[in-house]
T-cell receptor
């Protein structure tokens, strides 16, 4: 079946540091890939997405590239801010549609210190 | 454009009781999915509805059920509550199934 693996953390960085959160997946075919962010006490917000190999999703300074050859979708940001502190989830949806929802990683807790 | 609305935000129930949670999706979004989020298991898929039909269900016991109405609003019901049902229940909607999903703020259920 489908699965997503990501570092769980917590990951602690200083403000303005470079961020990488690794995400790898197992799936048949060509799933769509997503990064979601969850702030304390809130639901999930879609951060970015990519629907085919070599696509780069980007939003709010965050980027991730769909790498089919390494089955990865690593999240990066050049300079993090305190306000980026949150839990980040990598997710995929099954290729070709299907009704089994999104498959999520366990989430990475990111803490940015001033 | 209004977002996904889940009610209530918080619930405290006693073991053995039942509970109904509600989700109103973004206007025009006919696909509604439910997820359970716990510290131990993370985010787990419960079920998905599209045009009032349940398309699939995750690996949860029959105590978990749901339905969708003609206006796309959805409800999920948990009967005979157990302590382990304590979780954040998230509703997500999309205009087409299995595309980017928009989440509500969730309902925090505590079973005592």
């Amino acid at each position: 079946g489908n699965s997503v693996t990501q570092m769980e953390g917590p990951v602690t960085l200083s403000e303005e540091a470079f961020l990488t959160i690794n995400c790898t997946y197992t799936a048949t075919g060509y799933p769509s890939l997503f990064w979601y962010v969850q702030y304390p006490g809130e639901g999930l917000q879609l951060l970015l997405k990519a629907t085919k190999a070599d696509d780069k999703g980007s939003n709010k300074g965050f980027e991730a590239t769909y790498r089919k050859e390494t089955t990865s979708f690593h999240l990066e940001k050049g300079s993090v801010q305190v306000s980026d502190s949150a839990v980040y989830f990598c997710a995929l949806s099954r290729a070709g549609g299907g009704a089994d929802g999104l498959t999520f990683g366990k989430g990475t807790h990111l803490i940015i210190q001033p | 454009k209004a977002g996904v609305t889940q009610t209530p935000r918080y619930l405290i129930k006693t073991r053995g009781q039942q509970v109904t949670l509600s989700c109103s999706p973004i206007s025009g979004h006919r696909s509604v999915s439910w997820y359970q989020q716990t510290p131990g298991q993370g985010l787990q898929f419960l079920f998905e509805y599209f045009s009032e039909t349940q398309r699939n269900k995750g690996n949860f016991p029959g105590r978990f059920s749901g339905r969708q109405f003609s206006n796309s609003r959805s409800e999920m019901n948990v009967s005979t509550l157990e302590l382990g049902d304590s979780a954040l229940y998230l509703c997500a909607c999309s205009d087409v199934p299995n595309t980017e999903a928009f989440f509500g703020q969730g309902t925090r259920l505590t079973v005592v």
